[in-house]
């Protein structure tokens, strides 16, 4: 079997080449080049040290090694899209546009499709029943990733290998000790991948500026102080208003007079809520329910270690999912992932409305 392996230089995906090498494939190993850009061209969101641990990895198991750019596909694809959503008010998902349109999308088309397999580092599995496969969830719950690949079609998922899927992030770890790995010890990479050397309120700035406007208390419509610009917040916030006698959360956003409403304490009512609704749902492998009344779900909202217990039903063309308990920061313009009753299966996503 042909496989292509990303591989960034962290222990997660230098793991993957040792796994394929033991089960006797010679993965072609890719290193992809994606960043944002600045006065100069690019900026490349990893460092070279990144390119370095993934060279040596190559090295040590024999593998081809090939750098890549998709610069310009993550720009037009992933930035604007993250642009364009915090610019109308919304909660942008970067990192499942990139793995949707970037990792499965343009690196397919220019490079994965001379190959029968694409190997990642992601903590999620895959389950074939009648001949269908499903994305399915990790053996690791904590680092479970399936929540990042929720947006990912029948084609991406039918030809994606996870060789780690089946470890504990621990497992991970020993292995790339014991073979002696140089990515054995490295933190593991937080964030969005763009802004791997930029503040996120930095990059929102230098594109959407800044604009003061009040920040003000839902309950009472006291105003309590000012803000920069709307686009610097999310629904759910705490941290960064600049607000004494908290703590203070980010409940609503009025992106025409660019207002604030904050509501206080760690149990305000006003920032849960236990109705989800979901437009644009879509199925990644097939419509495994068909015409239903209400279903037992479990579902997430945001990338956690936690599942939710719903029910879900149809209201037109919106799926509407509500939650057994109520859940903080339900934000227009995050994706809604939804797995099967056993959170086993990953069934499909929709976008919060």
């Known amino acids: 079997m042909n496989i292509a392996a990303l591989v960034s230089g962290g222990v997660d995906s230098s793991v993957v080449v040792h796994n394929l090498k033991e089960m006797g494939y010679d993965p072609t190993i890719f290193y992809i080049r994606i ?47 993250t642009i364009e959503s915090v610019r109308r008010g919304l909660t942008p998902n970067p990192d499942m546009m990139c793995n949707k349109l970037i990792k499965f999308g343009s690196f397919e088309q220019k490079w994965g499709k001379y190959f029968d397999k694409i190997a990642t580092g992601h903590y999620a599995t895959t389950t074939e029943i009648d001949n269908t496969v499903f ?46 790995l140089p990515s054995a010890d490295r933190k593991d990479s937080q964030g ?23 920040i003000v208390e839902f309950e009472t419509g006291k105003v309590l102080g000012t803000h920069k610009g709307y686009w610097f917040h999310t629904i ?59 279903l037992d779900i479990k579902f997430k909202i945001r990338h956690t270690p936690q599942f939710t217990q719903g029910k879900m039903t149809r209201v037109g063309d919106v799926f509407r999912i509500e939650s057994e308990d109520k859940i903080q920061g339900i ?23």
Request: net charge negative; hydrophobic share 35%; proline share 2%.
């Open 135 to 180: 994305l399915s969830t990790a053996k690791d719950h904590v680092k479970d990733q399936t929540y990042f690949l929720g947006q990912i079609n029948y084609m991406q998922v039918s030809k994606l290998m996870f060789p780690i899927g089946h470890l504990l992030k621990s497992e991970v770890r020993k292995i790339a000790s014991e073979a002696h």
């Open 236 to 294: 759910g916030q705490r941290k960064g208003l600049g607000l004494g006698e908290g703590p203070w959360f980010v409940i609503k956003k009025d992106i025409n007079d660019n207002v604030l409403y904050v509501s206080r304490g760690y149990d305000t009512q006003s920032q849960y809520g236990n109705v989800v609704n979901l437009s644009a749902f879509q199925y990644i492998s097939k419509d495994i329910w068909g015409d239903f009344d209400s």
């Open 331 to 353: 934000a227009s313009g995050q994706f809604g992932v939804v797995y099967d009753n056993d959170a086993k299966l990953c069934v499909g996503s929709g976008v919060i409305i």
């Open 192 to 214: 969005i991948c763009f802004l791997g050397k930029i503040h996120y309120n930095d990059f929102i700035k230098r594109y959407l500026g800044e604009k003061e406007g009040k």
């Open 35 to 81: 960043g944002m850009e600045d006065e100069d061209g690019y900026i490349d969101c990893p460092s070279e040290e990144d390119i370095e641990i993934t060279s040596y990895i190559a090295k040590k198991y024999g593998c081809k090694f090939e750098i890549v750019s998709l610069h310009e596909e993550y720009w037009e694809n992933v930035v604007s899209y």
